[in-house]
T-cell receptor, first 114, second 109 residues
């Protein structure tokens, strides 16, 4: 149990375009979903926390207009990187939680902006 | 001082060895303690989850939490080359996880 999927697993796009990443909890309803970013050989950096039906809470320094998060249901959250630039290239990972217990992570999405 | 400290390694051990991975923390409010394993270019995989102090065992893995010392450990018995990965400790008292930097483990045949 506690499986989280992400789609796509990798994406290459041109600078200035927008990219949408989907995160789904496959076998449980997630009260909260989280979006992280990870640079090579570094730990995970929390970008935002989202609850179904409400606006996401962004961490300090994360541009909410650039990283749009929609949490449409208890099993689906999306992250849209708007007007992507090469510095947005990174590994994006989502996680889902059923409560105060732990988070279950997706496999990650590798984004390369040319 | 970081809230969670973890030696980044790399830690290199021969197959069959017992591996000890550790984290220290400064916030006494932490109640939930986790260990994740992350292979290269993959998302973290939950290995162990402990609430408050004590030990927990699952197969070759044992997690220990000592809240009085603000110290948590993960032991891996009979280590295998497939255990080669980065191990992240994480802890929380709200819905947010605070991660250590991760320890790279290499198990050579």
């Amino acid at each position: 149990g506690a499986v989280v999927s992400q789609h796509p697993s990798w994406v290459i796009c041109k600078s200035g375009t927008s990219v949408k990443i989907e995160c789904r909890s496959l076998d449980f309803q997630a009260t909260t979903m989280f979006w992280y970013r990870q640079f090579p050989k570094q730990s995970l950096m929390l970008m935002a926390t989202s609850n179904e039906g409400s606006k996401a809470t962004y961490e300090q320094g994360v541009e909410k207009d650039k990283f749009l998060i929609n949490h449409a249901s208890l099993t689906l959250s999306t992250l849209t990187v708007t007007s992507a630039h090469p510095e947005d290239s990174s590994f994006y990972i989502c996680s889902a939680s059923r409560g105060l217990e732990t988070q279950y992570f997706g496999p990650g999405t590798r984004l390369l902006v040319l | 001082q970081k809230e969670v400290e973890q030696d980044p390694g790399p830690l290199s051990v021969p197959e069959g060895a017992i591996v000890s991975l550790n984290c220290t923390y400064s916030n006494s409010a932490f109640q939930y303690f986790m260990w994740y394993r992350q292979y290269s270019r993959k998302g973290p995989e939950l290995l162990m989850y402990t609430y408050s102090s004590g030990n927990k065992e699952d197969g070759r893995f044992t997690a220990q939490v000592d809240k009085s010392s603000k110290y948590i450990s993960l032991f891996i018995r009979d280590s295998q080359p497939s255990d080669s990965a980065t191990y992240l400790c994480a802890m929380s008292y709200t819905d947010k996880l605070i991660f250590g930097t991760g320890t790279r483990l290499q198990v050579f045949p």
